[in-house]
């Protein structure tokens, strides 16, 4: 079983709309770590955010949100207003017991 | 601080040969992995290190070989190319403890034909 799942290969919007790209994870540990990676079109990856679990306050950066709900084990990201350079792909990742498990990204397309 | 620093950014390898990818890092950390990237599959995990002397396999090591000389250095060897090594290649490095996320190197585009 996937122990981080992106279900959204990948999503198309037009300039300005809201996105929001969702990943699912799945842990026993009570202490692990959620982090979000940007790969833009140049292709290196690009840390976003951490969170831990036992911060289940959302944050917000900017036009970038995330929503942790660990009763959904749910950790989602939106961008507010896209623009066309939030055009990438976007990793989900799980951090417990000292390993990583990556999501297979959403490809994100942001048309002018 | 350069981070993790990767080279050759591309490389076109012929069916059979050998060659290595480099990666280094001067963040003093522990945990040193591989990535391979490939469409739809997400970064699968090749090899990892937990420090100088300590190699351990990850999802897909078949055809590659590791070694940890050093904290900073983390060299790939592919030992016979084969054309479904064809991947784009991610050195990353981390803390040793699962809080710290990794931060990547630029990435290796290989080609082999």
């Known amino acids: 079983a996937q122990k981080v799942t992106q279900a959204q290969t990948e999503i198309s919007v037009v300039e300005k709309e809201d996105v929001t790209l969702d990943c699912v994870y799945e842990t026993r540990d009570t202490t692990y770590y959620l982090f979000w990676y940007k790969q833009p079109p140049s292709g290196e990856l690009v840390f976003l955010i951490r969170r831990n679990s036992f911060d289940e306050q959302n944050e917000i950066s900017g036009r970038y949100s995330w929503n942790f709900q660990k009763s959904t084990s749910s950790f989602n990201f939106t961008i507010t207003a896209s623009q066309v350079v939030d055009s990438a792909v976007y990793f989900c990742?799980?951090?417990?017991?000292?390993?990583?498990?990556f999501g297979t990204g959403t490809s994100l397309t942001v048309i002018p | 601080n350069a981070g993790v620093t990767q080279t050759p950014k591309f490389q076109v390898l012929k069916t059979g040969q050998s060659m290595t990818l480099q990666c280094a890092q001067d963040m003093n950390h522990e945990y040193m992995s591989w990535y391979r990237q490939d469409p739809g599959m997400g970064l699968r995990l090749i090899h990892y290190?937990?420090?100088?002397?300590?190699?351990d396999q990850g999802e897909v090591p078949n055809g590659y070989n590791v070694s940890r000389s050093t904290t900073e250095d983390f060299p790939l060897r592919l030992l016979s190319a084969a054309p479904s090594q064809t991947s784009v290649y991610f050195c990353?490095?981390?803390?040793?403890?699962?809080?710290?996320?990794?931060?990547f190197g630029s990435g290796t585009r290989l080609t082999v034909v």
């Open positions: 290190s937990v420090g100088a002397g300590i190699t």
């Open positions: 990742a799980l951090s417990e017991s000292g390993q990583f498990y």
């Open positions: 990353a490095s981390r803390p040793l403890q699962g809080r710290y996320g990794y931060t």
